[in-house]
DNA sequence: GGTTTTACATACAGACATGTATGTAAAGGT
DNA sequence: ACCTTTACATACATGTCTGTATGTAAAACC
């Protein structure tokens, strides 16, 4: 077959890595072939396996291409629970505006099976767990030297916590497909959850302006 | 071959049950062949499908002899909080004394893609969410009506929150195999979770008699 | 402009899993 | 005691996936 040019290829090897994603999407990532990637890019198998090793290289490969859904230490408006609730209100945003995003974790969470060479990816996104822990132990911290969460926080709990509620919130949301139990609470959620690490939580005052502006930098 | 007895027959089921789990909890779901699966059990692929129709029918009957992690309706002791905050830790003990129901989890969680057949499968596991979100939500109500959380606390929302601190907390308990994230801060991080939504938290006030008698029952 | 390398397509060999069909000997009922 | 059903084991037929080896024509390089 004619040869591509360099940049006909990077094409190609971009939507193989596009169908890819969307392959597995839909039928998970043991049960999807090589072969039906393939098909789905208008290309063969020879390309699939030109581009990419086997199939934990080029699930790898779906994994970069989506990217994090969150980093919090980029984050600038707000004091730290703002920035914190941001965060996590973001990555619902992106789940819920972007396919690819959602299709992504849709693989990661529910249709792949960490074994073998994939037990290799576990280790990454617990690795990436750690990434959003550190960040959210440092806000916490941040929170507790301006006075507003309590003295006695331990960020490091604290941070467990939410890092814990976050990864349940993304499995939730999106193994709930009905949207019946989680899509419309979600956000209400988020905001609870930073709200009641407050010192005197925002939730528990009483809130006849929650369309005003959301909280003030308390911040020196 | 000769025929069993029902007890030996009964037994025999059993044994492939337990064996399918901890087979799949090694080599995830689909790549488990219902083979290897006879094998470890001491039989043949004849004896597995006498008793299962096939592998999504085996998965089935490993989810059921394990059965839920927590019924929050049968808890008894304490406060409507500390019922909940009890549910959880026993969750995590559980997890942690029996090999079963983590070998169990370890596959729903990590070890298997919900395609196809297993949608199905996912659908229930949503839907015992729920039974948790419900029962949860009753919880939150009757502790706002003994006053241990603030007025105007929304229990629906507060359950949500709590269930998908719930769903995160068993998926990274069984994914951080190392122990480096969780498994360290895990009963703090339930206790936090729990204590930020009385109203006044119990982790503000100093706690040194947390053995004493966890909580007074405020109800009338 | 000739050679090398690239970007695939095609072909091949082997392994493996699934479902079913059939065999069988004893248990269970009458 | 006979007949039926059970609880498997064995055998078979089929499909499917993987990895690699090889072919090829044009792009890329010098």
Same mark, same amino acid.
């Given at each position: ?26 039928? +998970? ?86 074994? +073998? ?104």
């Amino acid at each position: 077959m004619a040869r591509k040019t360099k940049a006909e290829a990077a094409l190609t090897k971009d939507r193989i890595v596009t169908c890819a994603r969307q392959v597995f999407a839909r039928d +998970g990532v043991t049960n999807t072939s090589l072969e039906e990637v393939a098909r789905v890019a208008g290309v063969t198998r020879g390309a699939v396996y030109w581009h990419f090793r086997n199939k934990a290289d080029l699930f790898m490969a779906v994994r970069s291409q989506t990217g994090l859904l969150i980093q919090l230490g980029q984050a600038k408006v707000g004091d730290p629970l703002q920035r914190l609730e941001n965060g996590l209100l973001q990555a619902l945003q992106r789940l819920s505006e972007e396919t690819a995003a959602q299709e992504t974790y849709e693989v990661m969470l529910w249709k792949c099976e960490y074994v +073998g060479e994939f037990a290799q990816v576990r280790d990454d996104l617990i690795g990436s767990g750690r990434l959003f822990l550190d960040d959210a132990e440092t806000l916490y911290r941040e929170a507790r030297a301006a006075g507003i969460v309590a003295a006695n926080l331990d960020p490091k709990t604290a941070a467990v916590a939410t890092f814990c509620f976050y990864a349940g919130i993304l499995k939730i949301w999106l193994g709930d497909t009905r949207g019946t139990i989680l899509r419309q609470h979600a956000q209400q959620a988020i905001a609870h959850h930073i709200a009641q690490q407050r010192r005197i939580p925002l939730a528990a005052t009483r809130q006849v302006d929650r369309r005003g502006p959301p909280a003030k930098d308390s911040s020196p």
